[in-house]
């Protein structure tokens, strides 16, 4: 039963749902994703904040799933983690 789990949080999830809008989006539009990369090409200034957007959305995501897989002690989110489906967010 947690095999099929697994499968289901894998497959039906909003970040496959945006995998498959990207790539279609590259298959019927490629020329999108060529004017975006010309524009970052041609614009040295952004090439200066490229890198921190991934530093940045990590750092916000471990901040919120620390925030709601670790208890706090007699906490609000305490009733969380006794909640039989937790594993599931881990």
Same mark, same amino acid.
């Given at each position: 039963?947690?095999?099929?789990?697994?499968? =289901? &949080? +894998?497959? *039906?999830?909003?970040? @496959?749902?945006?995998?498959?809008? +990207? *790539? $279609?989006?590259?298959?019927?539009?490629?020329? !999108?994703?060529? #004017? &975006?990369? %010309?524009?970052?090409? @041609?614009?040295?200034?952004?090439?200066? !904040? &490229?890198?921190? +957007?991934?530093? #940045? &959305?990590?750092?916000? #995501?471990?901040?919120?799933?620390?925030?709601?897989?670790?208890?706090? $002690?007699? $906490?609000?989110? =305490?009733?969380?983690?006794?909640?039989? %489906?937790?594993? =599931?967010?881990?």
């Amino acid at each position: 039963m947690r095999i099929i789990e697994f499968l =289901r &949080i +894998i497959f *039906v999830s909003f970040e @496959t749902l945006f995998l498959l809008i +990207i *790539v $279609g989006i590259y298959f019927y539009n490629p020329i !999108f994703f060529l #004017s &975006i990369g %010309n524009n970052i090409q @041609t614009n040295n200034e952004i090439l200066k !904040f &490229i890198p921190t +957007i991934p530093l #940045s &959305i990590c750092c916000f #995501s471990i901040q919120y799933a620390w925030k709601i897989l670790m208890p706090l $002690g007699s $906490g609000s989110n =305490r009733f969380l983690h006794e909640w039989p %489906n937790y594993w =599931r967010l881990n």
